[in-house]
């Protein structure tokens, strides 16, 4: 097998025509991305992305800055329409079926949150607007799992970066979502955060949600994701389960290749 | 539809709420408005313009430059920490969202208008006898068509450079067939025209005040519905 | 096959605007007799036409992009507001010049007057929001073809009915001769393929700007 950031996997396109690292269930994948295209006039960035992920599985797509990762994501989450192909999340077409967009969670670079109402607020109103039963016990559940109650009555705009993003994880599983998206969850978060974001995730792993998050920090994406891709130019590079990395070449090659994509 | 309702409900809350906290809109609308009912006043102060002709006037210019305020920040308010996107990911249509911000901007509307009314009343010793509920009904279709629009434009200018300047020529310029039958009611509710008028004219092209509520909810439901199935295209990618 | 209409075209206009100039006034309900500013209608109301057909042809092709997310429609659209809002300038300009001449005032707020003052607006204001918006292509093509839509929907309304009701703007004139109404179809199909032509070539311009423009996104 082709040696790909020290690693020895098998190289994305290979992926396709044999056989791929394969999970142990063997459901039908809960994220399936067929031949997804997305160019923005001339410029293409991604091209005829073809992505499964299975469930309770956590991916990591990595890459470059301007390598698609970010509009990736916005793909799947249906915030952008694809050029060519689809995406469906548990067998839901993302952007023809109202009902896939209630499997999602999505957290962004910004926190769609809103400053002028408290926390208690803000995840009551998402609570509505998705439609949960018993919205106000929901969110108080949710008020002390997150370890936001001493701030239930602060307004959002005041609160600190690690307590926002908390907020803001909390806002994205107020529905119970099936899928979780995260873009660039870690910037600008301290360790303690950066901890308790990993330990959510697992948590939410092992109840069998599955999570897709972008980060270029190669380390992070070891540290709490079963499955990484690496994103170049338009493309898959390398897709492996973690499991068959060895952390430290990977780390050393990946920080190569980023300061020189060619 | 109980779903339809209560996301409309919330998202009409949650507006109502942050307005009520930050208290941004209201009260520079209510002064705008009455500042423009005071200037108007001051300027049109020659000794034979009759002041039961410059009212209706006034009134639906004020209407018109305070609920820009209103429709700007409608929209605005969701681009602070890219809040449009939290909306767009809930499983909801585009076109609840803009039901919702519409009705807020037309209750922001009709409590400006509860309080410069009776201003401009004041100002321009304007009064409509005994027919109120048909002068309520007029405010309340203007209402409705300033808003549907304005509310549809503040979407749109939120991607452009322009913004507030912007949204005003936008807004106006739609408005501006749709201010001929709103002139005409008024003018006729405040008896300084006959309720039939003949002739030429554009005034005599509305014919009647039945008629001009009729235009009047015409283009208030040709506004709706358009804005309606638009919005989506607007706050979408 | 663009450059022999355009010679088409100016071969029209020039035969139609000497017979225009040599076959005397156009008759109609006599007002100043002898005024040859009358000839002014012969510009007035195929630029008219022109205007409308110019906003028809922005609506449709506004719709067209917002189905099928095609650029082409788009540059359409650009292309023809600029030509109607040339014909529009026109059609004002030269509806004043024939109102002053003819009846004394400049300008009067009829319907079909206001209408053709509210077209002139909205091709303005359609041209600032196009210059206004600077992110992408993609989203100054989708917020133009709505307002486009928006703005088609507002006027008509007006338009239609002002035909059918008394005005002072008069919707009534009639020929001498049949020379005079040849010269006024010829006239007519000149500013046509003018218009036509114009936008043509002004979409050919747009679409080589954008291909140009390749860092900015469609």
């Not at chain 1, 301007?66 to 990736?72: E, P, Q």
């Amino acid at each position: 097998m082709p040696t790909i950031f020290g690693v020895q996997s098998t190289p994305y396109i290979v992926i396709i025509m044999s056989n791929r690292p394969q999970n142990n269930q063997n459901s039908e994948p809960v994220i399936t991305i067929t031949s997804v295209s997305k160019a923005f006039g001339f410029r293409s960035v991604l091209k005829n992305i073809d992505f499964h992920v299975q469930m309770a599985q956590g991916v990591c797509i990595c890459g470059v800055n301007g390598a698609g990762k970010s509009t990736l994501l916005h793909i799947i989450a249906g915030l952008l329409k694809p050029t060519q192909g689809a995406v469906k999340i548990c067998g839901l077409d993302v952007n023809s079926e109202p009902k896939a967009k209630s499997q999602l969670g999505v957290i962004l670079h910004k926190s769609m949150l809103y400053p002028d109402l408290t926390v208690f607020e803000n995840l009551l109103f998402f609570a509505k607007l998705y439609g949960v039963k018993d919205s106000r016990d929901r969110v108080k559940e949710l008020l002390e799992d997150f370890g936001l109650l001493p701030y239930r009555y602060d307004k959002a705009g005041v609160l600190s970066r690690g307590m926002l993003q908390r907020l803001a994880i909390a806002r994205a599983m107020v529905h119970r979502p099936v899928v979780l998206l995260a873009d660039e969850p870690f910037t600008g978060l301290d360790m303690e955060a950066s901890r308790y974001f990993i330990s959510i995730l697992d948590k939410f792993r092992a109840g069998g949600g599955t999570f897709i998050m972008t980060t270029h920090n190669a380390n992070l994406a070891l540290q709490c994701c079963d499955r990484i891709v690496v994103l170049d130019e338009n493309h898959f590079i390398f897709d492996a389960e973690t499991s068959q990395i060895d952390a430290d070449r990977f780390i050393e090659n990946y920080l190569i290749y980023a300061r020189s994509p060619d | 539809m109980n779903y339809f309702c209560q996301s409309l409900w919330a998202i009409f809350v949650k507006d109502i709420v942050t307005e009520l906290r930050s208290k941004q809109v209201l009260p520079t609308m209510i002064v705008l408005g009455m500042l423009i009912v005071y200037v108007m006043r001051i300027v049109c102060e020659a000794p034979s313009t009759s002041t039961i002709v410059i009212g209706p006037a006034v009134l639906w210019i004020a209407f018109l430059f305070s609920g820009l305020l209103a429709q700007e920040r409608s929209m605005a308010a969701e681009e602070q920490e890219n809040c449009i996107a939290g909306l767009l990911l809930a499983p909801i249509d585009p076109g609840t969202i803009y039901i919702a911000k519409l009705f807020v901007n037309v209750i922001m509307l009709c409590v400006f208008e509860a309080v410069v009314v009776p201003m401009a009343f004041v100002a321009f010793q304007l009064s409509v006898a005994d027919r109120w509920i048909q002068f309520i009904i007029v405010l309340l279709l203007g209402n409705i068509g300033i808003s549907s629009i304005g509310t549809l434009f503040s979407a749109m200018v939120q991607l452009t450079r322009g913004r507030g300047a912007l949204l005003s020529i936008l807004v106006l310029v739609i408005l501006m067939p749709m201010m001929i039958p709103a002139t005409f009611a008024l003018l006729a509710l405040f008896s300084a025209i006959p309720i039939k008028v003949e002739g030429y004219g554009a005034l005599a092209f509305v014919g009647s005040f039945n008629s001009a509520v009729g235009y009047m909810t015409a283009f208030d439901a040709v506004f709706f519905v358009a804005g309606w199935l638009l919005f989506g295209f607007v706050i979408k990618d | 096959m663009r450059r022999i209409l355009l010679l088409l075209a100016f071969v029209l206009l020039q035969i139609s605007t000497w017979m225009a100039l040599t076959l005397g006034q156009i008759a109609g309900p006599p007002a100043n007799p002898d005024s040859v500013v009358r000839n002014i209608l012969y510009v007035h109301v195929p630029s008219s036409m022109c205007a409308l057909l110019c906003f028809v042809v922005l609506m449709v092709c506004s719709i067209g992009y917002l189905c099928t997310n095609r650029p082409t429609w788009d540059l359409v659209a650009a292309a023809t507001a600029e030509v109607g809002t040339v014909f529009a300038t026109v059609l004002n300009l030269t509806g004043m010049v024939f109102s002053h001449a003819e009846w004394g005032t400049w300008w009067t707020p009829s319907p079909r007057l206001i209408t053709s003052a509210i077209l002139w607006f909205l091709y303005i204001v359609y041209l600032i929001l196009r210059a206004n918006i600077t992110q992408s292509q993609h989203r100054k093509a989708r917020i133009c073809a709505i307002f486009g839509i928006i703005a088609f929907l507002d006027v008509p309304m007006v338009y239609a009915s002002a035909r059918f009701i008394p005005d002072v703007h008069r919707a009534n004139f009639s020929f001498t001769s049949a020379w005079q109404t040849t010269a006024f179809m010829l006239n007519m199909a000149a500013m046509v393929l003018l218009a036509i032509l114009l936008t043509w070539l002004k979409t050919d311009i747009l679409k080589n700007k954008a291909m140009l423009e390749k860092e900015s996104t469609y």
